[in-house]
T-cell receptor, first 111, second 114 residues
Framework: GNSVTQMEGPVTLSEEAFLTINCTYTATGYPSLFWYVQYPGEGLQLLLKATKADDKGSNKGFEATYRKETTSFHLEKGSVQVSDSAVYFCALYNYGQNFVFGPGTRLSVLP | KAGVTQTPRYLIKTRGQQVTLSCSPI?????VSWYQQTPGQGLQFLFEYFSETQRNKGNFPGRFSGRQFSNSRSEMNVSTLELGDSALYLC?????????????FGEGSWLTVV
């Protein structure tokens, strides 16, 4: 079946540090890949997505590249801010099937 | 356009009671799915509805049920509440399982069972 693995954290960084949150997946076919973010007390928001191999999703300074050869979709940001503190979920979707989410990675950014 | 709307946002129930949560999807979206989020278990899939039919169900006891109406609005019900049912219940909508590949979440309903 389909599955998503991601580093669970928590990840603690200082402001302006470089961020990487690893995500790998197992799936048949050609899934779409997503990163969702959950700020404290809120629901999940779509951060970025990529629908085919080698696509790069980007939003708010975050980027992730769909790497089929390594079955990965790592999230990166060059310079994090305190306001980026949240829980980040990697997810995949296969046509006609349910979304599958990773366990989430809690990020804390210290001023 | 309006996002996914969940009501109520917060509620407190007593063990043994039942609860009904409501979800209004984004206009034009016909698929609604429900998730339970707890600190220990993360995000767990409850069920998905499309065109008033349950397409998939997660690994939850029969106390958890749902339905979808002809206007795509959905409700989920939990009967005989247990302390362990305390969680954030999230609803998400999409165009449909074969029509779109992005789901959009509501703010969630915080359920506390005492």
């Amino acid at each position: 079946g389909n599955s998503v693995t991601q580093m669970e954290g928590p990840v603690t960084l200082s402001e302006e540090a470089f961020l990487t949150i690893n995500c790998t997946y197992t799936a048949t076919g050609y899934p779409s890949l997503f990163w969702y973010v959950q700020y404290p007390g809120e629901g999940l928001q779509l951060l970025l997505k990529a629908t085919k191999a080698d696509d790069k999703g980007s939003n708010k300074g975050f980027e992730a590249t769909y790497r089929k050869e390594t079955t990965s979709f790592h999230l990166e940001k060059g310079s994090v801010q305190v306001s980026d503190s949240a829980v980040y979920f990697c997810a995949l979707y296969n046509y006609g099937q349910n979304f599958v989410f990773g366990p989430g990675t809690r990020l804390s950014v210290l001023p | 356009k309006a996002g996914v709307t969940q009501t109520p946002r917060y509620l407190i129930k007593t063990r043994g009671q039942q609860v009904t949560l409501s979800c209004s999807p984004i206009s034009g979206h016909r698929s609604v799915s429900w998730y339970q989020q707890t600190p220990g278990q993360g995000l767990q899939f409850l069920f998905e509805y499309f065109s008033e039919t349950q397409r998939n169900k997660g690994n939850f006891p029969g106390r958890f049920s749902g339905r979808q109406f002809s206007n795509s609005r959905s409700e989920m019900n939990v009967s005989t509440l247990e302390l362990g049912d305390s969680a954030l219940y999230l609803c998400a909508s999409s165009l449909g399982p074969y029509e779109g590949n992005t789901i959009y979440f509501g703010e969630g309903s915080w359920l506390t069972v005492v």
